[in-house]
């Protein structure tokens, strides 16, 4: 079966500080791999998607960047954080070519910036 | 844009009760996906349907997806303290929109009281 494990599950990192979560997806092989964010536990707001090694597609400029950089392995990066990068951040993975696109999330990452 | 309206945004019942919570839209989808999500968690998914005027069941859970493929809803059967939660709908776009992204509602927040 298939599992996405997202790491770390908390942090809180000053403004002006690096940011590095990963999120990486067993049982598969090939998969879409999607960033969102998610403010006060509500709607999930698409910030990166991906197709493939390398490939990177950006919904929503910002302060944040994606990197694809094995087949399972997607990173959300910042050089700088600012303080409205604060939130709840999830991976979801898909299965390339389905009929219905759907996807399955990880745990989250819930990022304080102070 | 494709957009989807979840309603109502917060619901709060007595043990035992039934609801039902909806997602509308004017486009149409070629799936839906609805979703439960625990505080601090990542969204689970309940069910996926596919085709208009679809009824599925999961126990107390009961899904549609409209004739039109426009619109779902979620009936919940005598519901409990475990059924609490944020329950988000996700409509795929129609195939061959060559895109693979889902559309989120905002969601609808329940709590169910002992």
């Known amino acids: 079966s298939q599992t996405i494990h997202q790491w770390p599950a908390t942090l809180v990192q000053p403004v002006g500080s690096p940011l590095s979560l990963e999120c990486t997806v067993e049982g598969t092989s090939n998969p879409n791999l999607y960033w969102y964010r998610q403010a006060a536990g509500r709607g999930l707001q698409l910030l990166f998607y991906s197709v493939g090694i390398g490939q990177i597609s950006s919904e929503v400029p910002q302060n944040l960047s994606a990197s694809r950089p094995q087949d399972r392995q997607f990173i959300l990066s910042s050089k700088k954080l600012l303080l409205s990068d604060s939130g709840f951040y999830l991976c979801?993975?898909?299965?390339?070519?389905?009929?219905?696109?759907?996807?399955?999330f990880g745990p989250g990452t819930r990022l304080t910036v102070l | 844009t494709q957009l989807l309206e979840q309603s109502p945004q917060f619901l709060s019942i007595q043990e035992g009760e039934n609801l039902t919570v909806y997602c509308n839209s004017s486009s149409v989808f070629s799936s839906l996906q609805w979703y439960r999500q625990e505080p601090g968690e990542g969204p689970v998914l309940l069910v996926t349907?596919?085709?208009?005027?679809e009824v599925k069941k999961l126990k107390r859970l009961t899904f549609q997806f409209g004739d039109a493929r426009k619109d779902s809803s979620l009936h919940i059967t005598a519901a409990q303290p475990g059924d609490t939660g944020l329950y988000l709908c996700a409509g795929a776009p129609r195939s061959g929109a060559g895109s693979y992204q889902l559309t989120f509602g905002k969601g609808t927040k329940l709590s169910v009281i002992p």
């Open positions: 349907v596919v085709t208009g005027g």
């Open positions: 979801a993975w898909s299965v390339v070519g389905s009929v219905t696109d759907t996807q399955y």
